[in-house]
């Protein structure tokens, strides 16, 4: 008798509940921005510097964290209804295209950053937009079975 089994119910709500964190986290972080931005500045060599420069970077964070906090609850949203079963709905499609959108942004604020102050951030920007069109992918798989799923839905 297996007392403790893993399904696909609890990797959904250890999902979600991951995503929840990361929602916290970064809120927390968007709270503390200007420390963070001190903190950068102080303690690695930014190709320029100054306060223009950090209040770029702040501005720059906050755009990024709003990003971050629709997409990740874009993220919750569509974890919760596939743990309804609502799988293959038109919703399901419309989180997956803002998530993508949200990377494809992220990458796109990240990529000037990263080449005319901190190199990281291109690392970023990299990243968000390999993310984007992964999630592009996942999304236009997702539009597909969603017409199929409504082309059976109406045969008889």
């Not at 991951?18 to 929602?23: E, G, I, P, W």
């Not at 990243?127 to 069109?133: T, V």
């Not at 592009?136 to 539009?143: E, S």
């Amino acid at each position: 008798m297996k007392i403790w089994q893993w399904d696909d119910t609890k990797s959904i709500t250890l999902t979600r509940y991951v995503v929840a964190l990361a929602l916290a986290a970064s809120a927390i972080m968007t709270v503390c921005g200007p420390w963070l931005v001190r903190w950068l500045a102080d303690t690695h060599t930014l190709a320029h510097s100054g306060p223009v420069v950090e209040a770029a970077l702040l501005v720059m964070g906050y755009l990024c964290a709003a990003l971050a906090l629709w997409m990740l609850w874009n993220l919750y949203r569509f974890l919760q209804r596939l743990e309804r079963g609502e799988v293959f709905v038109p919703q399901t499609v419309q989180a997956l295209r803002r998530i993508s959108w949200c990377c494809t942004w992220a990458a796109v604020l990240c990529l000037p950053a990263g080449v005319w102050v901190y190199l990281p951030f291109v690392f970023l920007a990299v990243a968000a937009g390999f993310m984007a069109l992964i999630v592009r992918v996942l999304k236009n798989a997702f539009a597909q079975a969603v017409r199929m799923k409504d082309e059976l839905d109406y045969t008889i």
